[in-house]
């Protein structure tokens, strides 16, 4: 599969962290190879969830490299470039394309914003400093706007992104830009990232998923997809159903919220699953401990993962 | 069909009016005949496509009075008592009562904001008032307030409310809803508002839709209900992608925006089919005209209802 | 004074209520009163503070009605007509019209919006139907739309408004209409309602201001208006200093918020300064009780109220 | 003048660029030289006006290390240093301790959001990292949080921060940041970043201002500060409302908007005052051009700077 014709789970892989907050290289193998044991389709470097937005170059350069030197060409790679502004992105851009990735991502940009036509000349001055392919991140909780399908059209149809990763909470708006690529001949690969409601997704006619969940359970995801492709969707709707129940690890903590509950509640699954030694998080924020550690672990024995 | 076991499609009932703006009850008797010829399962009368915010008490009884007297018993009728304030919603409960209403859709507290346990006394002083079930509507972008799962179900479970109307497009909560749902033993009627996405909200296990784009081709709605009742998913999301392509009619104008495109959009569209006589707006919205109409009538050309 | 050279404070006055939530008219002309007797230059009534949004229309009748004869012609009075879109606005536009009233304050419609030309036609509409002044409330965080200068200017260089009351927050945009106001020669009426920096709206040549505050301690609010009209820009700032710290009657509760501390905090207050009897609040809120009451009466104490 | 007791105005440095957007390190010491020799008290280098949000780590030791060269020790310089989370900054703080700043200035950490409990970790963090003094860069339209009184105060009185660069546009918030911080005896410098109403600011008791006007009319900015220390309250007054109409260079043109009509306003300015040579700005923003440069211009002669 190339990132052309690129579908199915693409998790946005986590990053393991040792208890100095280093970076835990054996654990993140040992993560990688079960992501990819389980059959997703691609891996998602560097995006929200795999603590972009709190690694210096330095540590996104252990990240590329441990990468692309474990899964070594099995499934193409696709790498977050986010950074507030352009020159900073561009930066990103060359340490990615310099470890060998397949494809890059970036969001709008961000901190100081000037309106949609900053936005498109963002993503343009991206694209014309690479040869990879470039996917827009659209992720309006972090970055503050919403990419609006007709940007997101025109950029496809002229070949400056290749596809979406939609991160955007916007179901109405997916369901139109997928049938406005599919008018345009599908110049883009539309992937969503919500992870409770990718049955729905499939019904828009996503060409896949990101989702950050599937850290804890990608097999699920994979069998949700091979049902999506077979026509079941039944199948694609229990398996959701299931999954959406197991999502309640980042929501049956107290006292922690946001990207704390969220991948701390991924890593603490993990932790428990034996997959990755540490649930430790990046500065600044706190792990998930005590009571919440067992909060947690009573989620997924309710799904049967433990 | 009582509102104890209502499931299936009910419209929120369009309000034409004349050119000078009075109630065009002809129009409306036609059009609501219409709906229910189509086979929906029940009406949704003063609610935000229902002009509910534009309409004095007076104008508000007057639409009470002509559906009540129109359906007539053929369909169960849901009314709208929107207001900012407990007091001025009770004033609606007893008019809608006194019309013979079979239920009530009340919004959180708006204009005044005061925190959650200031909505959870709101819905209770309204069910306190009245014999009648009580749906909740969640429509944040309305009253900047989210209605959380937690007290959706804790109303439920305790009788206060019989249902949601979920206008949020916050799809991972309604999924999480529909399940806590569940697992209470389905004390709640789950409803989406969320006309292009409404095969999604079946997946997640919605009792039904009040799609406002139900008053321009209700047969559709009732299709994708019928084939998602006897398990036909792909019809299910065929209709769907139909009439995603006729909710443009709300977005191909120019000029206009919010209501005026929306629901302006949906009279255009009804003014074309014959159904009623002018697509006329309450104030202080201008009518859709010009250009703007052509561009209305390409839509439904497009997807041959015209 | 007229409405056309109204100046200096204009309290908006609070709605006392009898313990059954009953409009309470005995303590209503105390505490009227008691603010005349405080030299404030006009009263607004049905606003914000003076529970518009809680009120049927009987009962901003009672208030009405109450006002013009308790006042007697003494101040102006300036009525709140706030509702969610036009028609229902002019209901009121007619009641405060036969009650007496001197000008009219409307909002921005609310509920359900769209775009700055129904705004403006909004305004236009409840102008053409009515030979009294037309103030702008300008109070983004109820109704969700922050009034441009530019709309301003336009409304009021045209006659369709005579003034603007400003809740906005935004002190800059208030500087700048301030500016354009000058320069257009004055034609509207400018005042603030942000209690915690008055002072800092007469350094942009306020015409004056309406503080919730100002229902608690009028007589500082006139004091602060003198020391500004004699220059005394020390004076000015003393007074508002203490009245930040006063201000605190409506953080130092918990377990309230928005309204219901705020309101809440200012009907406490009045309450233990022996001006109302109760601090009942209109439903769905909740009084302030317990600790929360003696919290209120410490910072009475500590700025010498009581 | 030391941190500790930085008073005064300390305007946030604009970064000029050439044509080929590398550092004008040229017009850079011609724009600093200007602003030391207009009086002012201190400069505050990479922050959201010196497009620390644009710049790598590379430009940002470039300015770091032509400002402390070019200051020489004349004034105090605080360095932003501005990034996503933690040990991003954490880089930021070594780079600027080495260029030998003397002071630092941080956001609360954004892109990913977690509660009050990590944006007090994150500066918690910095401080523990470093010797020099940390002020809080309050700027939610940025970073999507407004830092609590409760907080800063928790900070100031122990010691982790020095002072507060305000930016939040809340100046009520301000209000009882500045009594707090008295009654706690002023362990903060509290520094309003509002440049449209800085004197109220100064009735508020703020110990200088960071007006990104300041660029390019620092004069005036001194000499409202110099009618402050002597109490000439109408003099303060009236530079504000000469400013107040020079800060139009940043709405009078259109197309742009945020950054760019704000920092692209400054730099045009300061290339038709001949102080930098072009108005270049950084990637992806487009610089200001034709007719909207004379819209400039006419903003400057109206103020007699041209």
Redesign the interface.
């Known amino acids: 599969m190339t990132i052309a014709n690129l579908s199915g789970v693409v998790p946005p892989v986590i990053v393991p962290l040792n208890e100095d907050r280093t970076f835990d290289r054996a654990s993140y193998e040992v993560h990688v190879e079960r992501l990819i044991a389980s059959g997703v389709h691609g891996l998602f470097i560097l995006g ?1 969830s795999g603590e972009v ?5 330095e ?1 996104r350069q252990e990240i590329l490299e441990a990468t692309m030197s474990i899964v070594n060409g099995r499934l193409p790679v696709i790498a977050g470039v ?1 950074d ?5 992105v561009l ?1 990103h851009v060359r340490d990615a394309e310099a470890a060998g990735v397949d494809a890059l991502v970036a969001t709008a ?7 949609m ?3 498109e ?2 993503f ?2 991206i694209a014309a400093a690479t040869d990879l392919p470039l996917f827009a991140y659209d992720i309006p909780v ?3 706007v919403k990419l609006p399908v007709d940007l997101l059209m025109k950029l496809g149809t002229e070949g400056v992104i290749a596809g979406v990763k939609d991160s955007s ?4 708006s997916f ?2 830009l997928a ?1 406005a690529n599919e008018d345009a001949g599908h110049p883009l690969r539309l992937f969503t990232g ?1 992870e ?2 990718v ?3 499939y ?2 006619s996503a060409d896949g998923s990101v989702p950050g969940l599937g850290n804890v359970d990608p097999d699920a995801y994979v069998r949700q997809w091979d049902a999506f492709q077979r ?1 079941d ?2 199948g ?2 229990a398996e ?2 299931r999954l ?2 197991l999502m ?1 690890i980042v929501t049956v903590t107290s ?7 969220g991948i701390g509640g991924f890593k603490t699954a993990l932790q428990l699953l034996n997959v990755i030694k540490t649930n430790q998080m ?5 792990r998930i401990e005590g009571d919440n550690v067992e909060a947690v672990r009573s989620v997924l024995e309710s799904v049967k993962l433990l």
């Open positions: 929200s937005a709190f690694s210096t170059r540590r986010v507030m502004q352009t020159e900073r930066e940009p961000f901190y100081a914003l000037g309106g036509e900053v936005v000349a963002h343009r001055a972090c970055v503050n909470g916007d179901d109405v369901r139109w049938q919500h409770v409601v049955d729905g997704a019904l828009s026509g969707w039944n694609v709707r959701q159903d959406a129940r309640h006292g922690v919220s946001g990207f704390g509950a990046p500065l600044p924020v706190a």
